[in-house]
């Protein structure tokens, strides 16, 4: 039995049409120690339907309502026995079968408490539209508008219990809150690894309309303001700059 014990939560609302290639690329993974949590958003478009027929394969399911995307995070932090907890949307998959084993190599070979890689958005074919090269960790740009890129995000358990959960308050930005909470505030020990691992759809909420690109934007300078970024107003105007190079990767 491989060492470290992943938990993997993949969430989920009227993704009927995207939650099962999502599943494949998790029931395709050679590494094995992995505990499968499913929370789904009272789905009502077949969704709930497909994720019962994987049931052999998922671990712990729950379809409630909820009240977001973090609060559905949460609830399958809450409930993770895992070492190491990370997230896969159901619009999102994998790139192969061995992103876990990769993941779990990071953890096991180095004193790390957060592992971040690199994603491709794809468009509505497949087809790579931007790429998020997240580059080595450095702790300092972070004040310069720098995020790693949340799909690829693993952390022990053990940080989810000493600095808190997401925090709804933060609307769209709160993955970059707790990803600033955790690496930047409290200084956690974090490794890059150097390889694409998710395959993620483009049209993320705060990007949709105007207003809530807005919105982000507010939010992003109150999670950087709490968390003592250096000068939060130069780092949220340089934050979205950064996605700008993602098209000529």
């Avoid at 949460?74 to 070492?83: L, Q």
Wanted: proline share 2%; aromatic share 12%; with cysteine.
């Amino acid at each position: 039995m491989n060492g470290i014990k992943i938990s993997l939560i993949t969430i989920s609302r009227n993704a009927a049409t995207t939650i099962q290639r999502c599943m494949d690329s998790i029931f395709m993974q050679a590494y094995h120690n992995l505990e499968y949590i499913v929370i789904d958003g009272n789905s009502d478009d077949g969704t709930w339907e497909t994720i019962l027929k994987n049931k052999a394969d998922i671990h712990f399911f729950k379809s409630e309502s909820d009240l977001g995307i973090y609060d559905a995070i949460n609830k399958g932090i809450i409930h993770a026995t895992g070492d190491v907890v990370g997230v896969l949307n159901a619009d999102d998959y994998f790139v192969d079968e061995e992103v876990l084993s990769a993941v779990a190599g990071c953890f096991e070979d180095k004193d790390t408490d957060v592992v971040y890689a690199d994603l491709d958005y794809v468009g509505h074919n497949d087809q790579v539209v931007r790429r998020w090269r997240a580059g080595n960790y450095e702790r300092n740009h972070f004040n310069y508008g720098w995020m790693p890129p949340h799909p690829t995000f693993y952390v022990r358990r053990r940080l989810f219990d000493t600095f808190g959960l997401y925090r709804g308050d933060y609307g769209s930005a709160a993955d970059y809150e707790l990803m600033l909470r955790f690496m930047y505030l409290n200084k956690t020990k974090v490794s890059y690894l150097n390889k694409v691992i998710v395959k993620m759809k483009t049209g993320g909420i705060s990007n949709r309309y105007l207003g809530n690109r807005l919105l982000a934007w507010q939010s992003d300078y109150k999670a950087m303001k709490m968390n003592h970024i250096n000068i939060p107003l130069l780092a949220v105007m340089l934050k979205p700059l950064r996605k700008i190079a993602q098209f000529f990767c």
